[in-house]
């Protein structure tokens, strides 16, 4: 008798691929959650002299960012041009080996030529990830598996957090080495089972004419062939465009693409949405949890770092739902509604600092910052966190998605590094500044997707076309029913 009863059948391999690609997601939220910890420990700090200059602070956090923006960039076409899992893998194995000079620094310039490599390596995978799961995936289960990499993200978070904390007492260098040589060691790890076991999009097989191998992607995916009719239209829309030999062998007209009439005002909307993720100060949140929980009032290290992993444990466990429900809540209801919940966060913290209602001994006010910290992460995590992502991806047509969504990504990158280089120089020279700066920068992104954006919960791409050229999105199955009763 086997060990596994015969009436249980063994999950898709659509959902197994998902899985793998998400936990690439891992190493991005390892290197947010242990970056901020690692910098305000003893001994990084007397290993590098002057890392405690709030600008010198800043740059350390923030170099890797332009690198990731601009490898991102190129991202959507490399990805286009090997594949996705290649692509996947190269960006993996350069951020493992950007993570492995940053544990063997022996100067502040050698470390942060680690956090420059580390970010090419990242603007490469990072975007990619949500690409190949939208085309792997059966419409009706794309909403849940796409917010899969965004999970992974919020445990790494709680896995730098905690590792930091637990190394963070060692006396020696190797306290903040060690984070390092983890997180190296576990990118060697995912780069050699995604570059086995990550499967090909169906859809890039068909977008470079192999239409048998794409069929037979599909089957050995599990997709049905009614879902997997749904997601191929974009291959045959394709089919009417510019030839796919053409575009393969001219970068910039493939670059350029993005940009061309019927797409350009996705792509703008895509990189406003993605830059102003970042604007809202999640990062700066992220990055800096030491230093914003010790400006609220908890003085002691220790206390501090174990608060940040808290936060991160938080952001965890409410992403979960996330997840679960994301078919269910609708992608522009969560931008927008988050978006109102976080301003109002940030402005309350910004009001008690310029109210001087903040005293770091005694006083509620300290701990309603705390707390309001602690809401804007989980809020973020469920709303932001995830819709903007996904519908990044989803609103773009088959032949942009990778490249669209990549310079999407290029914005959150840029923007993550103006948040990480000036939130401490913001902290320094006033304790309310940043958080009316995000909370704005909240107020103007709800504005903008009330106006701009159509919901894509639960439709196909192709009905999301058709939003997006102006029908409604039930117009399109009157016209069908006219038809077919004419």
């Known amino acids: 008798m086997g060990l596994i009863p015969a009436n249980i059948k063994s999950p ?90 940053e544990a063997g620094a022996v100067a502040l310039s050698m470390f942060i030529v680690g956090r420059i490599v580390e970010g090419l390596g990242e603007g490469l995978f990072l975007g990619n990830l949500v690409v190949l799961i939208c085309e792997i995936s059966p419409t009706r289960a794309r909403g849940a598996l796409t917010t899969g990499p965004q ?77 997997r009719e749904k997601v191929e239209v974009n291959v045959v829309i394709r089919e009417t465009g510019p030839d796919v030999d053409d ?32 604007m809202s100060g999640i990062d700066g949140v992220l990055y800096y949890a030491p230093q914003l929980f010790q400006k609220a009032g908890l003085a002691s290290s220790e206390a501090s770092f174990l608060a940040s992993g808290v936060s991160a444990i938080v952001i965890f466990a409410v992403t979960v739902p996330g997840l679960i429900y994301a078919d269910g809540w609708g992608r522009r209801s969560s931008i927008i509604y988050g978006g109102v919940g976080m301003g109002i966060l940030m402005f309350l913290m910004g009001g008690l600092y310029a109210g001087n209602a903040v005293h770091q001994s005694t006083g509620a006010g300290r701990w309603v910052v705390i707390v309001c910290i602690y809401l804007f992460a989980a809020l973020y995590s469920v709303s932001w966190g995830i819709a903007v992502k996904v519908y990044s991806a989803e609103i773009q047509p088959q032949r942009t998605r990778a490249s669209a969504t990549t310079l999407a990504h290029s914005s959150n990158w840029v923007s993550n590094f103006l948040v990480a280089l000036t939130t401490p120089v913001l902290l320094a020279k006033s304790s309310y500044g940043a958080y009316f700066l995000w909370g704005g920068c909240c107020v103007v992104t709800v504005v903008v997707s009330v106006i701009f954006m159509h919901e894509t919960q639960g439709r196909t791409f192709v009905e999301i076309e058709e939003a997006f050229k102006g029908k409604r999105p039930t117009q399109k199955r009157q016209e069908a029913e006219s038809a077919s009763k004419a």
């Open 12 to 101: 898709p391999k659509y959902l197994l691929g998902c899985i793998l690609c998400s936990a690439n997601g891992l190493l991005f939220g390892m290197d947010t959650g242990t970056i901020g910890p690692v910098t305000d420990m003893e001994y990084f700090k007397a290993s590098f002299g002057g890392s405690e200059n709030s600008t010198i602070h800043g740059l350390i956090v923030s170099c890797i960012l332009i690198p990731a923006a601009l490898s991102s960039f190129f991202a959507g076409y490399v990805a286009d041009r090997l594949g996705r899992p290649k692509g996947i893998c190269i960006g993996v194995f350069i951020f493992g080996l950007g993570a492995a000079i």
């Open 151 to 227: 999970l992974a993200t919020t445990l790494g978070l709680v896995l730098g957090y905690f590792v930091s904390y637990g190394t963070s007492g060692i006396q020696s260098s190797l306290s903040w080495r060690l984070p390092w040589i983890i997180l190296a060691s576990l990118s060697m790890v995912l780069c050699a089972l995604s570059f086995f076991f990550l499967p090909e999009s169906p859809q890039w097989l068909g977008l470079h004419g192999k239409y048998e191998m794409a069929e037979e992607a599909w089957e050995r995916l599990g997709v049905t062939p009614a879902e």
């Open 247 to 278: 575009v393969k062998d001219n970068t910039t007209k493939k670059l350029l693409d993005i940009f061309s009439k019927d797409v350009w005002g996705r792509t703008v909307l895509a990189v406003f949405l993605m830059g102003m993720q970042q």
